[in-house]
């Protein structure tokens, strides 16, 4: 089982910043491939970016590439996402989810990760 908490979601003018953080705690033994995805009312989720927890690969969403960065904070075994340059169309729940699919890390498809965080929104005013 793994246990995903995220924070660090608030509100946020356009072109500022927010760091969302998932706490994670694992019972599985081997590599985790960990992800973050975003969700509007009404839309599918999104997957944004996406990490192997043994630092072996990354995988970011064209929507948010060069502007949010994924990385994990071992000491505090977080996953973090920074995300700069928020536009609006950045507003949205944003999750964390994870699986153990390391081979293929990529956030394409929701139901290939079974655990979940439950959510932190991110809200971006113009």
């Known amino acids: 089982q793994v246990q995903l908490v995220e924070s660090g979601g608030g509100s946020v003018q356009a072109g500022g910043s927010l760091k969302l953080s998932c706490a994670a705690s694992?019972?599985?033994?081997?590599?985790?491939?960990m992800t973050w995805f975003r969700q509007v009312p009404g839309k599918d989720r999104e997957g944004l970016a996406a990490?192997?927890?043994?630092?072996?690969?990354?995988y970011y969403h064209d929507s948010v590439k060069g502007r949010f960065t994924i990385s994990q904070d071992n000491a505090k075994r977080t996953l973090d996402l920074q995300m700069n340059s928020l536009k609006p169309e950045d507003t949205a729940m944003y999750f964390c989810?994870?699986?153990?699919?390391?081979?293929?890390?990529?956030?394409?498809?929701?139901?290939?990760?079974?655990?979940w965080g439950r959510g932190t929104q991110v809200t971006v005013s113009s």
């Open positions: 990490l192997v927890d043994d630092g072996t690969s990354t």
């Open positions: 694992s019972g599985i033994i081997g590599r985790l491939c």
């Open positions: 989810a994870a699986s153990t699919r390391a081979w293929f890390c990529r956030p394409t498809i929701p139901a290939d990760f079974p655990f």
